[in-house]
């Protein structure tokens, strides 16, 4: 049952990373590329972390699974804030 | 198996690294090539000591070793190339340039 | 179906590694670096290696991405940072696949090695973990001298920086706005990093962790503090950041006399004693390197100023 759930999680979590990648790859411009690495991964993160979730044996484990998953996205969410203000002030780059 | 896939790796990545070490001008690519030559060797290296009946912990430690004073040979290259950068206005060895003819 | 996995990734590396080597722009090739570091520490885990894994997240993608990063922007600032696009190179390649190939010849040439028992040594060296038994007890001659070089490098940056420089704060000026997100991503990461830096060094003992990679953490929060504006950038001149400089090697010298005057000899720790004093040497390491790094990573002080 455990495995059934980290399955249908960690491969919804994959669509999302490909979805992410495949609009990181074909979007024309910083700011929409942004747009797909930021919503598309963090989701497919979470995803991932909730099905590795169920693995955890310890209450530990679980904490510091948490833990990463809520420090990557505030890291993803200051890093893209960052080089969104910093493609404004040189809109020339791609 | 999977041992050998990584020291064919190692082995694969030093001499991608002994290429762009000889083949490009711009110093900061150079300090790249010369990371990578050190990651190859360590991959090679950690391929090898886990090689045996145990994991050998040396290699490791070793390894451990390495990668900071990578890190610091790197941080005292990067200091050269800024300093040369601030006197010359290029980041590449002035013979390179000659050779090449013209500032890369 | 692991094999195949270890394929992937090896090709994946390979991939990455070539893109940092080939292409137009050191920028590019900087970021490819970054990226083919946590690839290779994915490898390490998968070789069961987890404190190399660690060491090299950490370190040789981490520190080195942002010092190759900040290099590019200061080059960037100083117009050095464009390259011209290399053709193929035909005897860098003959030399670089000759290095590769001799090193696969001697993969499959050479003797498998045989690594020493040290079921025996272990619970002698007062840490469960094996590295750091290896790292701070049987081969603490290496990591003492490896402490050193840190030291050295540094004194070296310095060298660099112009006389009318020294006495300004080290590295470039970071200029994030106080209520900006960094600001705020400034705030919250480091008691989060201060207690995870000293968790996986106290947990080094017996499982993961060590000095390098605690301390690789704490010096990691003060980039990300002194970036952010939260924290000052320390000067040359600072006793107490200096103090902290040589603190590590300076205990662990004096350990190593102290097992010395005990009659075990230089850097022998006694059986009874090696658990406390491995902790006490870790503890005064990581501070040691922690700063060491951060400081190299910083860069030799640096007004701003440039010529052109």
């Known amino acids: 049952m455990a495995d059934l759930a980290t399955y249908i999680l960690t491969a919804s979590g994959l669509v999302f990373f490909i979805a992410g990648t495949v609009g990181l790859i074909r979007f024309p411009d910083t700011f929409s590329r942004l747009h797909a690495l930021t919503k598309a991964d963090n989701l497919g993160l979470g995803l991932i972390a909730g099905g590795v979730a169920f693995q955890t044996e310890t209450w530990a484990q679980l904490a510091m699974l948490t833990l990463i998953w809520v420090l990557a996205l505030l890291a993803a969410g200051t890093v893209a804030q960052l080089v969104a203000r910093a493609a404004l002030s040189t809109p020339e780059q791609k | 198996m999977s041992l050998t896939i990584f020291a064919l790796t190692g082995a694969a990545l030093i001499g991608l690294g002994v290429y762009g070490l000889l083949a490009r001008l711009h110093l900061l690519r150079r300090i790249i090539a010369f990371n990578l030559i050190g990651s190859g060797l360590f991959l090679f290296f950690g391929a090898t000591g886990a090689r045996g009946e145990i994991l050998d912990p040396i290699p490791q430690a070793l390894i451990i070793t390495g990668i900071v004073v990578a890190l610091s040979a790197s941080a005292l290259a990067v200091g050269l190339v800024v300093a040369l950068a601030q006197g010359s206005g290029r980041a590449s060895l002035p013979e390179d340039e000659d050779a090449e003819g013209r500032a890369p | ?298 860069g030799p002080p640096d007004e701003g100023g440039q010529q052109a």
């Not at chain 3, 690839?39 to 060491?55: Q, S």
């Not at chain 3, 028992?117 to 007062?126: E, I, V």
């Not at chain 3, 990300?224 to 300076?250: H, K, S």
């Open chain 3, 1 to 298: 179906m692991s094999a195949a996995l270890d394929l992937a990734l090896c090709a994946l590396i390979l991939g990455v590694g070539l893109a940092s080597m080939a292409g137009r722009g050191v920028f590019r090739a900087a970021i490819f670096f970054i990226t083919y570091g946590l690839l290779v520490a994915i490898g390490w885990a998968r070789l069961g290696a987890y404190d190399v894994a660690l060491a090299e997240a950490a370190i040789g993608s981490g520190l080195t991405g942002v010092l190759l990063l900040a290099a590019h922007g200061r080059l960037r600032r100083l117009r050095a940072a464009a390259e011209s696009l290399s053709r193929f190179n035909l005897p860098a390649a003959i030399a670089g696949g000759g290095v590769a190939l001799s090193f696969g010849w001697a993969w499959f040439a050479l003797p498998v090695p045989r690594a020493p028992d040290l079921t025996y040594a272990l619970p002698q060296a007062g840490v469960g973990n094996p590295v750091t038994a290896v790292l701070l007890n049987f081969r603490a001659w290496d990591t003492l001298v490896e402490s050193i070089v840190l030291l050295a490098a540094l004194i070296g940056v310095w060298m660099m920086a112009r006389d009318a420089d020294w006495d300004a704060p080290l590295g470039l000026r970071y200029h994030a706005r106080p209520s900006g997100v960094l600001a705020s991503f400034g705030r919250i990461l480091p008691p989060v990093g201060l207690i995870f830096g000293v968790y996986l060094v106290w947990a080094g003992a017996e499982s993961t962790g060590g000095a390098f990679q605690g301390g690789t953490v704490l010096a990691a929060v003060g980039l990300v503090a002194m970036m952010a504006g939260i924290m000052r950038p320390p000067r040359v001149a600072q006793g107490a950041w200096r103090a902290a400089l040589v603190l590590g090697p300076v205990v662990f010298l004096g350990s190593g006399l102290a097992g010395a005057a005990l009659g075990a000899g230089f850097l022998t720790l006694p059986e009874a004693l090696a658990k406390p004093a491995i902790l006490t040497i870790e503890a005064a390491l990581t501070v040691s390197i922690a700063v060491t790094l951060a400081l190299l990573v910083l």
